[in-house]
């Protein structure tokens, strides 16, 4: 039997506790070092809506600590700007740069994607009636087009049918598949909807039926246009010049009193068709005055003349006031010297 000096046998010890210690020194290093915090790696995708409306998700990784969305266009509200996956309109068409930052106590990691918007084709909206309390609009409209020698005779009628939908942020909605008189509208990039014939072969008589799918917070809608009709309406006979040295008034009349409206309304715009001065009667009137103050607006050039009269109907689906109008229409030139 080998019996060890007792010198020896404490080294051995001595040993084994040291390299028990070196063991668990190096086992605990490698605990720490496979445990360690990351950086995140940031990550997103998107889809779009019409409307300049884009979804984002989140498909960054790692541990997140701080998350921070820029969309390139400065309107971002800062509920956006922190939400894990956030949705954002866009108010303008254009190409944005979007980020997100993402970050941990290890690091942070940013990752960017070019968003395109396209302006697309805009439904012009800007001479149709508005009520202060609307979330939504059924448009329907004829336009008669008389004779420009002989006033009384009328020559074409063409309608257009629009609808406008709007959120609590007062911007389009989309409401599913909306169709009038069995006429299917198109959705408009900017999420309204609109229809225009070309031609008399459609227009409005008296009937107008109105369907909408819903979506947005809006019901299936389904109308049938009765208690209210077309407002009767005649050819502009205002005169087709104006002198500003020389006439202090313009009168805009159309040759016969209109019948059966609720409202008219009288404009001038410009020819690309920037209002410049309106005003508005109730139903059996045939015209209105502009005075001198008024003309001042006027520049020397050409103008179009409007005449907008109608009558409507107000619904309300869950608890948003929604708005049918029937519209006669019809237009003029007009030139200041």
């Not at 979804?55 to 971002?76: C, Q, R, Y």
Request: charged residues 20%.
């Amino acid at each position: 039997m080998l019996i060890l000096h007792p010198i020896m046998s404490q080294l051995n010890s001595v040993i084994k506790v040291k390299y028990s210690f070196l063991f668990c020194v190096g086992f605990l290093s490698l605990a720490l070092f496979s445990c360690k915090q990351k950086p995140p790696r940031a990550s997103f995708v998107f889809v779009q809506e019409n409307g300049g409306i884009v979804h984002f998700t989140n498909t960054s990784a790692g541990e997140i600590t701080k998350l921070e969305w820029d969309f390139g266009d400065n309107s971002a509200i800062v509920d956006e700007i922190t939400a894990t996956s956030p949705t954002h309109r866009f108010l303008t068409g254009g190409t944005f740069n979007v980020s997100l930052t993402v970050e941990n106590g290890e690091g942070t990691d940013t990752y960017s994607e070019d968003v395109t918007i396209e302006s697309g084709d805009r439904e012009p909206i800007e001479d149709y009636p508005t009520f202060s309390d609307a979330e939504g609009y059924f448009y329907a409209r004829n336009r008669f087009e008389f004779d420009p020698i002989t006033p009384g005779v009328l020559t074409n009628i063409k309608a257009s049918a629009l609808v406008t939908m709007y959120d609590i942020t007062n911007f389009l909605v989309a409401v599913g598949a909306v169709n009038v008189n069995g006429q299917n509208l198109a959705n408009n990039s900017d999420n309204s909807y609109s229809y225009h014939s070309e031609d008399s072969s459609w227009y409005f008589n008296e009937g107008v039926r109105w369907s909408a799918e819903g979506g947005n917070d809006f019901p299936t809608i389904v109308e049938n246009i009765g208690s209210v009709e077309f407002p009767d309406i005649s050819a502009i006979v205002s005169p087709k010049a104006f002198v500003k040295s020389i006439d202090t008034v313009y009168n805009m009349r159309v040759k016969d009193p209109i019948l059966l409206a609720d409202s008219v309304k009288f404009r001038i715009e410009t020819t690309d068709g920037i209002l410049i001065i309106e005003k508005r009667t109730s139903g059996g009137f045939s015209g209105v005055a502009f005075d001198q103050t008024e003309l001042l607006k006027l520049t020397k050039g050409d103008y179009i003349t409007k005449v907008i009269a109608f009558s409507y109907e107000r619904h309300v689906y869950n608890f948003k006031p929604v708005y049918f109008t029937k519209e006669s229409y019809t237009e003029s030139t007009l030139t200041v010297r």
